[in-house]
T-cell receptor
Framework: NAGVMQNPRHLVRRRGQEARLRCSPMKGHSHVYWYRQLPEEGLKFMVYLQKENIIDESGMPKERFSAEFPKEGPSILRIQQVVRGDSAAYFC?????????????FGPGTRLTVL | GDSVTQMEGPVTLSEEAFLTINCTYTATGYPSLFWYVQYPGEGLQLLLKATKADDKGSNKGFEATYRKETTSFHLEKGSVQVSDSAVYFCASGGRYSGGGADGLTFGKGTHLIIQP
């Protein structure tokens, strides 16, 4: 049973470009979470999605960031007009049920570098 | 909002030493508590969890007990190995813990270095 998959593993963008990060949850999981890890920091929650619905985006920056989890295909975290401060590791997690008590399984992350 | 505080690192120990990594939390409700481990260049792996007061989570020789009275979830291992070298994250989560309904709240991580 494949785990959570993320691609690309490494992404380099120049300031002003767009970054698209993909996440495929574990088989049978319909709950997806995105987190950001800045250097020397813990992970910060960004957004929680179920299929075709954003449930909680309380951790998403108000501008340039968006996320989706379509009926078919992976979840996408999109960052428009990237800036150097967006350089970080972005982790996706999935769970079989929501509620926070359920274990979240993490992908290997996408390390975004903005030049 | 919720917060998780864990001891600063790096923590350097010799092989076979006893390990304790402290973790305390603040929450408006009754969160579940987790320890995750991150090896270099990899994602987080769940190490253990506890969902209610006095529960003990255990895995691979690691243990942590959910202490509601002290709001703590300290990680312990009786005899560490070089292969335990990694970054350890304490986290809280749960629908009733406040803040983001389902997102986990993480501590900053503790870098553990085990020397042969």
């Amino acid at each position: 049973n494949a785990g959570v998959m993320q691609n690309p593993r490494h992404l380099v963008r120049r300031r002003g470009q767009e970054a698209r990060l993909r996440c495929s949850p574990m088989k049978g999981h319909s709950h997806v979470y995105w987190y950001r890890q800045l250097p020397e920091e813990g992970l910060k929650f960004m957004v929680y999605l179920q299929k075709e619905n954003i449930i909680d985006e309380s951790g998403m920056p108000k501008e340039r960031f968006s996320a989706e989890f379509p009926k078919e295909g992976p979840s996408i975290l999109r960052i428009q007009q990237v800036v150097r401060g967006d350089s970080a590791a972005y982790f996706c997690a999935s769970s079989a049920r929501g509620g926070g008590e359920d274990t979240q399984y993490f992908g290997p992350g996408t390390r975004l570098t903005v030049l | 909002g919720d917060s998780v505080t864990q001891m600063e690192g790096p923590v350097t120990l010799s092989e076979e030493a006893f390990l304790t990594i402290n973790c305390t939390y603040t929450a408006t409700g009754y969160p579940s508590l987790f320890w995750y481990v991150q090896y270099p260049g990899e994602g987080l792996q769940l190490l253990l969890k506890a969902t209610k007061a006095d529960d003990k989570g255990s895995n691979k020789g690691f243990e942590a007990t959910y202490r509601k009275e002290t709001t703590s979830f300290h990680l312990e291992k009786g005899s560490v190995q070089v292969s335990d070298s990694a970054v350890y994250f304490c986290a809280s989560g749960g629908r009733y813990s406040g803040g983001g309904a389902d997102g986990l709240t993480f501590g900053k991580g503790t870098h553990l270095i085990i020397q042969p």
